[in-house]
Nanobody
Framework: QVQLVESGGGSVQAGGSLRLSCAAS????????MAWFRQAPGKEREGVAS????????SYADSVKGRFTISQDNAKKTLYLQMNNLKPEDTAIYYC????????????????????WGQGTQVTVPS
């Protein structure tokens, strides 16, 4: 129902930066959470960052705090993930996701809370 299209992935040297984008066709809920997840080869899916659509609240995984920034452009219906000071351990397929936000609750970075997912975009940081 909600189509999410990601872009911006690629290969970058350690210490470099990338900005991921996720364009949404529409949203099914009046209150929506948006988030970024990633999955490295042989690893479980990991929540990276989340935000409430149209709001200013954000949450980050400890591993990316201070380096990554989640943001949005409401007019363009686009979610962004600015990734700075990239490290080899950041190598993964990155997915954007959307789901309903519980009234009065912050958006959590938990995969089972989201029901719309992008196709993923590869981020590679060579050692």
């Amino acid at each position: 129902q909600v189509q999410l299209v990601e872009s911006g992935g690629g290969s970058v040297q350690a210490g470099g930066s990338l900005r991921l984008s996720c364009a949404a066709s529409k949203f099914a809920y009046s209150r929506t959470c948006m988030a970024w997840f990633r999955q490295a080869p042989g690893k479980e899916r990991e929540g990276v960052a989340s935000t409430s659509l149209g709001g200013g609240s954000t949450s980050y995984a400890d591993s990316v705090k201070g380096r990554f920034t989640i943001s949005q452009d409401n007019a363009k219906k686009t979610l962004y993930l600015q990734m700075n000071n990239l490290k080899p351990e950041d190598t993964a397929i990155y997915y954007c996701a959307a789901g309903p936000r519980r009234f009065g609750q912050l958006c959590v970075i938990r995969g089972n809370e989201y029901n719309s997912w992008g196709q993923g975009t590869q981020v590679t940081v060579p050692s």
